[in-house]
């Protein structure tokens, strides 16, 4: 039997990590790390040189893919390239990439509504699905979905990002029942209300933010740093047995 640290040791895993370089995912990127994971980060932008220093730092090995993951048609080769730089093994996949377009629902620009969920919805799932066969070919896995508080609520002036995020949900929960028994586990993260470039707008309007921040009981924007956690448990041996589950990290936002 494993000692309980043990259980979460990431040691000769690789994980692969969309939008690892910036915000939520250089938060979760930064706790595998120093989790002992090697790490290939598929980034829109050149990964940027003290990033790929300091999750080197940690001793393990720190690889970048850079690609558009709104161009599906290039989301097999994108996977192939992170597989590569893997050393033919990846045992983690964390679908991390997302936009938000604020527009109320009346007047929402149809390419907009295209646009996020392309690359919210359409780009995690061709992932989870080019990793999941590599993951089922290899006996084991885990992948994590980023979902959002909008996984449950409808949301305000959102309804492309609202309408991905449900989705993203419900695929976590449809994969987890096709390949819980072949070894692979997939998951869902939902962070709360979290201080990123997604949310500056909110946090700028005194109004909202303060209306926010009332509903949170822990009184306080979540940060990258408070995924870490929820990543590594999920990456690791200790959730071993859990299988399709949306796990929120929201300061108790769920709880009001």
Known sequence: MQSALSL???EGRTAVVTGGGVGLGLGMARGLAQAGANLVLITQRPLQEDVKTELSSYGGKVSNVQADLSELSGLADVSKQAIDLADGKVDILINNAGIIRRTPAADHPLE??????????????YLCQQFGQ?????????????ASMLSFQGGINVPGYTASKHGIAGITKALANEWASKGV????????????????????????????LDRIPANRWGTPEDLAGAAIYLSSSASNYINGHVLCVDGGWMNR
Request: aromatic letters at 8%; charged letters at 20%.
């Open 112 to 125: 907009d509504w295209h646009a996020v969920l392309r690359l919210n919805l359409d780009a995690a799932f």
């Open 185 to 212: 586990n997939v998951n869902a993260i939902a962070p709360g209300y979290m201080a990123t470039d997604n949310t500056s707008a909110l946090r700028q309007d005194e109004k909202r933010s303060s209306e926010i």
């Open 134 to 146: 590599h993951m089922i070919q290899n006996g084991y896995g885990k992948i994590i979905n980023i």
């Open 8 to 10: 979460f040791n990431l």
